[in-house]
Structures are given as C-alpha cells and as structure tokens.
C-alpha cells in the first residue's frame, strides 16, 4: 500500500500561534489531498479537499482563512492552523486521492494538535 | 443528503460469537461503501470494500441498496478484532472523498 506520512505527529501551542502540519504521499503522486479532522470519541469530518497547484475546496463551516491549506507539489500538502484556539485541539488526519485504479484511499498517521 | 449512520456506539460480545456492525446510509447516486477499522494507537486502514466482494480477516459486508445498508459481519470475532470500526460512503464520481458514520467501537471480551 502507499506510505503516507505526517509531521509532526503530535504538538502542543500556546492559544493564538499558528501551527503547520506537512502531508507527505511517499511513494505515488497525489493530485489530491483530503483533510480531515477528528475530535476526540468522534468519526473523521473533512475539512477541505486540495488539488495540486490550486486552490483548496473546504467544507461548509470550515473557515478558509483559519485553515491554510497548500498543495505546491505532488508528494506535499501542509495544512497551516493559523491563531489556533483551544476548541481547534483535535486530531488532523490527511488522505491523498485514491490509486489510479479507484482501489483504496489511504491514509496518514495524523497529527493531534493541543492548543493551551 | 449525503449521510452514513452507525447506530451502535459500542459493540461488546464474547470471544466466538457472531458479530454485526450496522451502517445505513443515504445517497442519490451510486454508492461506493467501505469498511474502515482503527487499532488503538494505530492509523485508519482500509478494511474491506463493496466493490470487491472480498472476505477480510474473516469479515464480510453486502451492499444492500433496497434497505440503503452495508452491514459488516463476522461469524466468530476474535479478540484481535477489538477496535474502531467506521462505514464510509463514497461517490461515484470516483474522487476519494468520503464521508465517515459516527464509529462502532467493537470490544471482544475473552
């Protein structure tokens, strides 16, 4: 399967910093990238979805300017939490876009976030 | 609306018994349903997919379009199927995104 990984996979910050977490597909291109998010005892929700060299799709609540994401190469999306807030603690889980074939979406290890 | 519901937030059986995971979802169009699992500590892998058809670690799900369902079942859960397990709808615009029910957590108790 494909090796997605995630960076860093844990961190915690001071109310109103910003914050920047790397997704990184290993071993195939990813065109897209999905965001989700995952607050703790509850099901994935996705945030936005992103295609390489454009700008990303969010879903409807997800405030875009709160929520940078890039997506400048085919191996790379970062999402950036920027002014983040203790409600914004919560595990952010990135996806690239299915094989070719539409077989299996895969996913990385995420990143739980901790804003004091 | 797009929906996956999970209806059972916790399943517990003995070693053994069957097992069913409920997942009902709501789709216009043509669905693509998968089973996900997360292992404690683990990341979020794909367990199996209608599509395919295939028997995963002994598990199996049929897409039931008339009751809009995709059950996940198991005639004799093992411990190591102690877990989380989400039902996710995808589309057939074949753009891996997806949409997650709430989680059935399974507990295997020996």
């Known amino acids: 399967g494909a090796v997605v990984s995630q960076h860093p996979s844990w961190v915690i910050c001071k109310s109103g910093t910003s914050v920047k977490i790397e997704c990184r597909s290993l071993?195939?291109?990813?065109?897209?990238m999905f965001w989700y998010r995952q607050f703790p005892k509850q099901s994935l929700m996705l945030m936005a979805t992103s295609n390489e060299g454009s700008k990303a799709t969010y879903e409807q609540g997800v405030e875009k300017d709160k929520f940078l994401i890039n997506h400048a190469s085919l191996t790379l999306s970062t999402l950036t939490v920027t002014s983040a807030h203790p409600e914004d603690s919560s595990f952010y889980i990135c996806s690239p876009a299915r094989d070719r074939g539409g077989e299996t979406q895969y996913f990385g290890p995420g990143t739980r976030l901790l804003v004091l | 609306a797009q929906r996956v519901t999970q209806p059972e937030k916790l399943l517990s059986v003995f070693k053994g018994a069957p097992v069913e995971l409920k997942c009902n979802y709501s789709y216009s169009g043509s669905p693509e349903l998968f089973w996900y699992v997360q292992y404690s500590r683990q990341r979020l892998q794909l367990l199996l997919r209608h599509i395919s058809r295939e028997s995963i670690k002994g598990f199996t799900a049929d897409l039931n379009k008339g009751e809009t369902s995709f059950h996940l079942k198991k005639p004799f859960a093992q411990e190591e199927d102690s877990a989380m397990y989400y039902c996710a709808l995808g589309g057939s615009s074949n753009t891996g995104k997806l949409i997650f029910g709430q989680g059935t957590t399974l507990q295997v108790k020996p």
């Open positions: 071993d195939f291109q990813a065109t897209t």
